[in-house]
């Protein structure tokens, strides 16, 4: 979902709330049916501040089990953009040693901002590494029939020409 920040400005005013359900966030390997978002929108000379609150059930399986499970992620998000021209301005006032912050700016496209994939960015950070559908999670029993604890045949020439 795009926001048109042009037709913002013609409202005359500075500040504006939302509340949506995004459902066209695509993160490989997991489902996010749709993300509730609250957020802000500010207009301040120039510079597009988004702030905001996620909340999204992410579909996705167990690391050990395999079984489906559910997730709750949520978190708050910011967004910094600042027109073409005061965007250009910022880069240029950048040392070369500068840092990427927290705080980082980025330039408004088209007079637009994409809030999917702001939003996006802020859930692929909060989702787990490695979501087990609960801590003691055993796994697989049915993995440990193929283990083996001895040498892979296929490795056996190998280990015949070092030794």
């Not at 926001?3 to 996010?32: A, P, Q, S, Y």
């Not at 957020?39 to 597009?48: A, F, P, R």
């Not at 490695?130 to 796994?139: D, R, S, W, Y």
Request: aromatic share 8%.
């Amino acid at each position: 979902m795009k926001i048109n920040i042009d037709r913002l400005k013609k409202k005359r005013e500075t500040k504006f709330e939302f509340t949506e359900i995004l459902d066209d966030i695509l993160i490989e390997g997991v489902t996010l049916p749709e993300v509730q978002i609250d957020y802000s929108v500010e207009l301040v000379e120039g510079e597009v501040i988004i702030r905001g609150e996620y909340t999204a059930f992410v579909k996705t399986g167990c690391v050990r089990c395999l079984e489906e499970l559910k997730i709750k992620v949520s978190g708050e998000f910011l967004g910094d953009y600042k027109e073409s021209k005061d965007y250009d301005e910022y880069i240029e006032s950048l040392s070369k040693e500068a840092q990427v912050l927290d705080d980082m700016v980025e330039e408004l496209v088209d007079g637009e901002v994409n809030i999917s994939s702001l939003v996006r960015d802020y859930i692929i950070l909060e989702m787990p590494q490695f979501p087990a559908c609960e801590p003691e999670c055993g796994g697989l029993e049915e993995l440990e029939k193929y283990c083996d604890s001895g040498i892979d045949s296929r490795w056996q020439k190998l280990l015949d020409l070092k030794n």
